[in-house]
């Protein structure tokens, strides 16, 4: 019963995981976010709105920039990975910064 009680317990605290890695400075105004969520959580939905909630505050922290995606990449959990994964890789720019258009992503 004590094992039962504890697997139940594990279960239910995964149910509410979810991790970022932070935003990683990888050019001279480029950065990356990856971040995860369990499929209790929401899964890629929720990765991919942490990951551009992170990214927008970012941009905001480093003077009312801009959030210019790049490219983004999502994996669903699974069997062996039981969390969804979301990547966001992107810029901070000025409005009138002639980079700053209509967005078009990229696959990688």
Known sequence: MR???????????????????????????????TTSASPGRGGVPAAKRAAYEEAGAECSRRGALELFVLNETFSPPTWTEGMAIATVNFRCLNANDAEFQRQRLTKP
């Open 3 to 33: 094992i039962f009680i504890t697997a139940v317990t594990a279960v239910a605290l995964c149910a509410g995981c979810a991790v970022s890695s932070g935003v990683a400075k990888v050019g001279p105004d480029t950065f990356t976010i």
